[in-house]
């Protein structure tokens, strides 16, 4: 925010999570309202974040798209991006492969799998099929370890074997300067303790919230790990 004041630029969040309204203390949303349309934290205009019900879903590909109409709607702006879900930044910079699209019906399949046999199990039916990807993903990621699986059925091949580097949605890197910070990993694990001490009873009170005003156990918003 700061930096976006100084450089009298906008933000454009890179973060899953954010998107979704109610969801604010777990995502360690910017405190913002919406004025005009426009969703703005002390003056600074905050795109994609605040805007979807906890029942939608959101990806990588719906990022990207909205993304490029901001950031092609005013070519003389130079935005920040921040945050949060590394795949949005990767696919925004340096592109996808083309997979194949969610399906719902097998997505619930494998969904109601797991919740008989358990995430180990499914982690184990990866392991299987694309073990190149059971390496990667973690067990406790039921997510990514359904979407690998996900894939490989679709597919009738290993979703390892279909990151062929022939990207779409290219956005020029070159045009973009990438900013990280580094913490000593010590400080960093307290600070995280600190934090998540601070943040679990009001995210406890979040989900009870999102659950009365209707939201289902199982929708896309309460899916985060």
């Known amino acids: 925010l700061s930096l976006a004041k100084q450089l009298k630029t ?3 969040s890179a973060d899953s999570r954010q998107i979704y309204r109610g969801l604010t203390v777990g995502t360690a949303k910017p405190q913002g309202s919406w004025q005009d349309g426009v969703y703005r934290v002390d003056g600074v205009s905050y795109h994609l974040v605040d805007f979807a019900t906890p029942q939608q879903t959101f990806d990588a590909a719906a990022f990207c798209t909205q993304a490029r109409a901001l950031t092609d ?29 969610a399906n719902a019906t097998l997505r619930a ?34 997510q990514r370890v359904m979407r690998a699986l996900e894939i490989t059925l679709l597919a009738g091949q290993p979703a390892s074997a279909l990151k062929s580097g022939q990207f779409f949605g290219q956005f020029p890197t070159d045009q973009a300067l990438f900013i990280y910070l580094h913490w000593d990993k010590e400080l960093l694990n307290q600070r995280i303790a600190t934090r998540t001490r601070a ?27």
């Open 73 to 101: 709607a005013h070519p003389e702006k130079s935005f920040i991006f921040a945050g949060g879900t590394g795949m949005y930044l990767h696919a925004f910079f340096v592109g996808m492969d083309p997979l194949p699209p």
């Open 199 to 225: 943040m679990l009873d009001p995210m406890a009170e979040e989900t009870r919230a999102l659950l009365a005003d209707g939201a289902a156990p199982d929708c896309p918003a309460l899916k985060s790990l």
């Open 109 to 142: 399949e494998l969904a109601a799998w797991a919740q008989t046999h358990g995430k180990e199990a499914l982690h184990a039916r990866l392991a299987e099929k694309d073990p190149v990807s059971a390496r990667q993903i973690p067990s406790g990621n039921i």
């Open 10 to 12: 906008q933000i454009i």
